[in-house]
């Protein structure tokens, strides 16, 4: 390697500048010239930094040695280009990220922003200006609750170890207040999954106590610790549970057949699936057959399409439908209380 001719900079210093400064001022588009390169140095090491073009031809060359692709952009009467190729994420992969982090509703608004600062940093300046422009989302559906990123880290660490953890749970009452559940009940569970829901992080456990399989928000949990007592692995299959509930509503799982119109057809293939069982009803329908767990979510999934779903069976959600209508219908009668 070429002999650095400025005191106190020794090649190993001016070698992790170099590859620094590519990394961040050069991409497929952009390039530099070694007197780009040695500028950017004495910004760096300061104005009375000096150092040989042979000496920076060399320390491209060992970075090259070590795996990194740094590309020559030649041009006849033009100085040679140098551009770091080397990286993790494209572009479009950067940007499917920070859409991701922009519309997590889990994390709070600065530390999405500190988030997408950091995916900003894996590359150049110059495409990182091009990831400027956001997805946009409203910033009142993110939490305020600035220990959700490190009860996931926890909980993951729970899961991994088969270790029970303990928390209390918090709802909002209808002054925007966020209130102890049950009184500051504490719960003790066994985590079995983290769920990603809705642009929500969903924990999947069964409570001490309890057999039937409970889902909590965890942007909900407080004052969450993991306990020392273990559980047995439960052998779930969190997706088949996932694919037969509605909103992380949980229920006794059973065959359910529903009749929607033909103009729903791309809606029940995006929330079930290409595989999902169905036939033709008539001109303008079709039957699904499903299996899903009975539940409010599912009651209330269904009359999200009013008269272009109808349930067949089983006789039990008929008349869980039936009832939530009629309830409905109560709400706009006729002399109903007004406030």
């Known amino acids: 390697m070429g002999r650095d001719i ?14 620094d400064i590519l990394q961040r001022k050069t991409d497929e588009e952009c390039g530099m010239s070694l007197s780009d390169i040695a500028a950017e140095l004495r910004k760096h090491f300061g104005d009375t930094f000096r150092v040989t073009d042979v000496a920076l ?21 033009f100085p040679t280009k140098y551009k770091w190729l080397s ?19 889990f994390l709070s608004a600065e530390d999405s922003e500190i988030l997408i600062q950091k995916l900003k940093s894996l590359t150049s300046e110059h495409q990182a200006k091009r990831l400027g422009n956001r997805l946009f989302v409203d910033d009142h559906v993110k939490t305020t ?14 899961i991994l170890q088969r270790r029970k953890i303990t928390f209390q749970y918090r709802k909002f009452n209808v002054r925007k207040e966020l209130q102890l559940h049950r009184n500051g009940f504490w719960y003790v569970v066994r985590p079995y ?38 559980f047995e692995d439960p052998q779930l299959n969190v997706a088949q549970y996932i694919q037969q509930t509605f909103n992380m509503y949980p229920g006794e799982v059973t065959t359910v057949r529903v009749k929607f119109d033909n103009s729903l057809i791309n809606v029940v293939v995006d929330r079930f699936g290409e595989q999902v069982a169905l036939y033709p009803a008539d001109e303008s329908s079709f039957v699904i057959v499903i299996r899903a767990a009975m539940s409010e979510g599912l009651v209330r999934w269904l009359l999200t399409w009013g008269a272009d779903a109808q349930v067949l ?17 109560s709400l706009y009668a006729p002399g109903c209380s007004k406030i």
């Open 6 to 19: 400025t005191p106190g900079v020794n090649n190993r210093k001016r070698l992790l500048a170099v590859m």
């Open 57 to 77: 031809r060399e320390d491209i060359q060992s970075l090259r040695d070590f795996g990194m692709v740094i590309e020559e952009e030649k041009q006849l009467g």
């Open 87 to 105: 990286r993790t994420f494209d572009l479009y992969e950067l940007r499917v990220l920070i859409d991701a982090v922009t519309s997590a509703h």
């Open 145 to 158: 609750n600035k220990w959700v990123k490190f009860y996931i880290g926890d909980i993951h660490e729970a």
């Open 193 to 230: 999954a983290l769920v990603w829901n809705q642009d929500r992080y969903y924990l999947l456990a069964r409570q001490d106590g309890i057999d039937q399989l409970k889902t909590f928000r965890v942007d909900r949990l407080y004052k969450l610790r993991l306990l020392e007592e273990r």
């Open 313 to 329: 069976s089983p006789p039990e959600l008929v008349e869980r439908m039936k009832e939530e209508i009629r309830k409905m219908t």
